[in-house]
């Protein structure tokens, strides 16, 4: 249904738990994502987590999909649509790459143009927004491939590993979007 070259976006699986489990609770996943400070996930959170996304999904409140690799079905990471706002066609966008081994080899631009299509085609979203912290290099340079641009900062706004950091809000336009690249 979502299937580019390298990845297709699926809905997550009670299967997926072990290979969730094997990057979840890494540190440096963790700081990235600012989710530190809910401390180590238990195998059955996970399973429960995954539980909710399907019925987000049919409630129309998240849309939240497994990364898988096309060339051989191995779960990669999650992303998806939530904090829907229907009357103003918003809604916030997010992304990881559990497994290190991929990051920065396009899986993440890929997923998100998947993403996008979805929607801006399928959902009928007019704007989609994002936060990112300032110190993701890689994070913020996959965000502007794909069209992306920093509206705002939020000035030491969220304390990670001893520190306070900003982070930059993005957002995207359908408009801008569909005058890119991404469309057929
Ligand atoms: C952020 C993330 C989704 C990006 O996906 P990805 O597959 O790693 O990224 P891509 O390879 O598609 O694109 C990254 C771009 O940034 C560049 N890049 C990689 N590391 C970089 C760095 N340290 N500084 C600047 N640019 C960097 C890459 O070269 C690439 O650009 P290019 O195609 O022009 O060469 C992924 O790395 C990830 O999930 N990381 C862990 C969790 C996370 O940070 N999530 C985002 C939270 S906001």
Not at 35 to 59: C, F, H, S, V, Y
């Amino acid at each position: 249904m979502l299937e580019g070259e390298k990845v297709r976006l699926r809905s997550f699986e009670l299967s997926d738990v072990d290979e969730i489990m094997k990057h979840w609770n890494q540190m440096e996943l963790r700081i990235l994502l600012g989710a530190m400070d809910r401390g180590p996930a238990a195998r059955n959170q996970e399973e429960e987590w995954i539980k909710d996304t399907w019925k987000l999904r049919q409630e129309r409140k998240a849309f939240l999909f497994a990364i898988e690799t096309v060339a051989d079905n191995k779960l990669i990471g999650g992303s998806g649509l939530f904090k829907f706002d229907w009357t103003s066609r918003s809604a916030e966008v997010g992304i990881s790459i559990y497994n290190p081994d991929y990051w920065g080899k396009g899986y993440g631009v890929e997923s998100l143009n998947l993403l996008l299509r979805f929607a801006f085609k399928d959902l009928n979203l007019n704007r989609v927004e994002l936060e990112v912290f300032e110190f993701n290099r890689r994070a913020r340079k996959c965000y502007q491939k794909v069209g992306f641009q920093a509206v705002g900062r939020r000035r030491r706004a969220r304390f990670i590993d001893g520190q306070h950091h900003d982070s930059i809000i993005m957002d995207l336009l359908r408009e801008e979007w569909s005058t890119g690249q991404q469309v057929d």
